[in-house]
């Protein structure tokens, strides 16, 4: 009987073990997974996170009901019950997360709708439950709040609704746990050693709870669930020697900590290692020291004492008042939530801009045209938002407008005569410490052109043509380290050469190194095609997440640079504009934007006389991956990548783009591409975004060698097109065209055929 006994308590052991490690193996291994792909441009489809939890739910449930049903031991046979329990309910509570992250607010009223009617339902069947000791409520409370401190430092609240609707959510899950957990932390109460006691509940309550949080939460925030809920298991297990535990008022605010104050949009490591995803993992780990410090806390604290009710009042009541402390001065006080950008119906129209001949004239009408539109058109919507007491921001290059609300206000949007469609606009939430740079440069400055450079042969421009004076190249990306030796030279200075609509910086400044590197590599001082050229910059990838407002609002400022600030509606100065775009991002859905997002804005480049060269993404090799915009467009040059061999770089994204469209144009160097990173330092960096400044670089040569062909879009097109060296594409299965388009840049004949150009061509 003993040795029937001791294999008994061993198999649930195991189960135990096997437990925890399904689940974090599932879950984990599947956003690592998952990160790689949006690395590459893609992603998880969101059926596998269902399809994940209901797996993680039979691999666990199956022994579960199986040990409860056959073990000759009690308390394995309650174990096993209450941890299948457990992950059923994470498995049907996972089921949500068929709802997209951008949609946070219909996430968490589906959570606390769904975990509110299962515990409901369950308490209709078990019957009522047991009403907490006072003082353990109190207690609890106190516990709970402990565990919420953490988040209230590392983390930021959203929008109204979904602050609102996540403590609902929270409390749903915190009371469907009640039973399971309870049952399970009750399992340490025959052992005599009250230490003992606790550890035994905590262990086997603490495996309850790994399987039922891991239902909870989108993806990422379910791992950090995962890491600070279940050690409060033994701060339950404390609490259940002297009593039964108020598990709701124990576990609601410590669930709601990573439910409202991290955004599942922001924790993807597309950010950087030192973004929301690394002070949410702190949170994490601090969350589960302070559970644990609870617990051991607790242990003691549940003896018998005459004033224990006031005490465990007072304790709640000091915890409390130090979370509004911690919130206040150490963390991000304010609601942070996503606006939505709201595209009129009416667009300006274009017609007749190109056949302007003077580019200044033909600029400034391409302004003043965009604006009368967005004024006209807007006036009605402008009125009815004051009306609502809605914050808004206009816009005139896409004719739309900012709007600081939510899902709400959304319907009421769509639902307007002048209203064409209403996107996302995610708002970033702010981090405890502003993050440096993610790419500091670590190798000297080259003491010769690098291969890139004389692979397009553009320093033999330099000799035989120009080194790009008299051009300005306008770079929207991360920022620009404007102190750099590379670059602090060639920045056209004045007020309205930079701009930094979020962070509000007066001077070019990169706390990411993308921007650095890209725009060194068009104009840059020993690492640049064309580094006699001047530069303009707009920050609209502060922390390498951005939104229809970021794009645009840096657009604008290149077709009519303005002093930060200043309204670009009336203060615009379009005879500033800068002559070439690159333009190193693209704008995914999880950014806000569909198809047909930034196409007028490209359009409008177009009509003005402004090249606007773009990456075609790092989601190669396979066909049809150029797809986000403003790759996709047909008036956009469309730039991929290769290597110093002229090979096509396997992350290059290859075309056709949507309707069919032929993409890329272009290809230029890509691979382990050294320029210039913040600090003063050089390094090496490869993608799409690396190849695009080479070919804005060359744009710049060719119309400093012939200024008649500055504003001649197509023309200039055409003898880049006409120019090429050839490239190696035979290992790609999409085509030569739909992998290289016409080639590789060459400089050198680029800028020939361009000075051959004896009339001025028409627009």
């Known amino acids: 009987m003993a040795r029937s006994r001791g294999l008994a308590l061993a198999l649930t052991i195991v189960l135990g073990l096997w437990a925890v490690a399904v689940t974090v193996a599932v879950h984990g291994g599947g956003w690592l997974v998952g990160q790689g792909l949006v690395a590459l441009g893609s992603g998880l489809p969101r059926w596998f996170w269902p ?35 457990t992950a059923l309910i994470g ?44 003082w353990l409520l109190w ?22 609704v979904e602050t609102v609707v996540a403590p609902f959510a929270a409390l749903a899950v915190a009371w469907l746990a009640v039973r399971p957990v309870t049952a399970l932390a009750a399992l340490g109460g025959p052992l005599r050693n009250t230490w003992g006691g606790a550890a035994v509940g905590g262990l086997t309550a603490g495996v309850g709870l790994v399987t039922l949080v891991a239902g909870v939460g989108e993806p990422a925030v379910q791992l950090l669930a995962l890491v600070a809920i279940p050690p409060l298991a033994f701060a339950v297990a404390a609490l259940a020697r002297r009593g039964r535990p108020a598990v709701p008022a124990l576990l609601a605010p410590a669930l709601f900590g990573p439910l409202a104050l991290v955004d599942p949009d922001e924790t993807t490591l597309l950010l950087g290692f030192r973004d929301v995803a690394f002070w949410a993992l702190i949170g994490a780990v601090a969350g589960l020291v302070l559970a644990l410090l609870a617990a051991a806390v607790a242990v003691p604290a549940t003896g018998r004492d005459p004033w224990r009710p006031r005490f465990a009042a007072l304790t709640a009541a000091v915890v409390a008042a130090g979370g509004a402390i911690v919130y206040t001065v150490l963390g991000q006080p304010g609601l942070h939530g996503e606006h939505l950008f709201v595209i009129m119906k009416e667009q300006a129209d274009l017609s007749g801009l ?20 967005a004024e006209r058109s807007q006036a009605s919507l402008r009125g009815a938002l004051r009306a609502k007491d809605l914050e808004f921001t206009p816009f005139y290059l896409v004719n739309g407008i900012e709007v600081n609300a939510g899902p709400l206000a959304r319907q009421w949007l769509e639902g307007r005569a002048d209203v064409d469609r209403v996107l996302l606009n995610p708002v970033l939430r702010p981090l405890p410490v502003t993050p440096g740079p993610e790419e500091v440069g670590s190798l000297p400055a080259p003491t010769a052109p690098p291969w890139n450079l004389t692979l397009i042969k553009a320093d033999q421009v330099w000799s035989q043509f120009t080194t790009g004076r008299g051009i300005v190249v306008g770079s929207s990306d991360s920022g620009v380290d404007g102190t750099h030796p590379a670059l602090r030279t060639t920045f056209r200075g004045a007020d309205d050469s ?48 951005g939104s229809m407002a970021n794009y645009v609002s840096c657009l604008q400022f290149m077709l009519a640079p303005y002093p930060a600030g200043a309204d670009p509606m ?45 990456a075609a993404g790092n989601t190669g090799p396979d066909c049809a991956t150029v797809t986000d915009p403003p790759a996709t467009y047909p008036a956009t040059f469309t730039v991929g990548a290769v290597t110093r061999t002229s090979k096509v770089t396997s992350f290059s994204s290859r075309g056709p783009a949507p309707g069919n469209v032929p993409k890329p144009d272009l290809m230029a ?49 055409q003898l880049l097109l006409r120019t090429t060296q050839p ?37």
Not at 357 to 366: A, F, Q, S, W
Not at 733 to 760: M, Q, S, Y
């Open 51 to 85: 399809v994940a939890g209901g797996l993680v739910a039979v691999l666990v449930a199956g022994p579960a009901l199986l040990l409860a049903r056959l073990s000759p031991l009690p308390f394995a046979r309650t174990a096993g019950l209450q941890w299948a329990v």
């Open 91 to 134: 498995g049907l509570l996972g089921t949500l997360r068929l709802i997209p992250d951008t949609y946070h607010e219909i996430y968490l009223a589906a959570l606390a709708v769904t975990a509110a009617v299962a515990a409901g339902v369950r308490r209709a069947v078990r019957g009522r439950a047991e009403r907490s000791d006072g």
């Open 570 to 614: 009336h203060a615009g100065r379009p005879d500033r504009a800068p002559q070439v775009l690159t333009n190193s991002w693209g704008c995914p859905s999880v950014e806000g934007c569909d198809t047909r997002s930034l196409q007028q804005a490209v359009d409008v480049f177009a009509a003005a006389g402004i090249f606007f060269v773009a």
């Open 727 to 763: 490239v190696d594409a035979t290992d790609s299965p999409c085509g030569p065209t739909d992998t290289a388009g016409a080639g590789l840049v060459d400089a050198l004949a680029a800028v020939t055929a361009a000075t051959a150009v004896t009339t001025k061509p028409t627009p």
């Open 498 to 545: 930079w701009l930094d609509p979020l962070d509000h910086t007066s001077a070019p400044v990169d706390r990411n190194g993308h921007g650095t590197h890209t725009l060194a590599t068009a104009v840059g001082a020993g690492v640049g095609v064309a580094p006699g050229a001047l530069w303009v910059a707009c920050a609209n990838l502060p922390r390498n997440l």
């Open 669 to 717: 160097p890509g691979a382990a591409i050294v320029s210039a990173l913040p600090g003063g330092g050089y390094g090496a960096l490869s993608g799409t975004s690396m190849a695009t400044p080479h070919v804005a670089g060359v744009v710049a040569l060719m119309w400093a060698a012939n200024p008649a062909l500055i504003g001649h879009i197509e023309q200039t097109r």
């Open 354 to 373: 190109r056949d302007e001949p003077d580019r200044t004239t033909r600029i400034r009408l391409t302004y003043e045209r965009l604006v009368g539109t």
């Open 139 to 160: 207690l609890s409370l106190a516990i709970g709040l402990v565990a919420l401190l953490p988040w209230l430092w590392v983390g930021a609240f959203g929008g109204l």
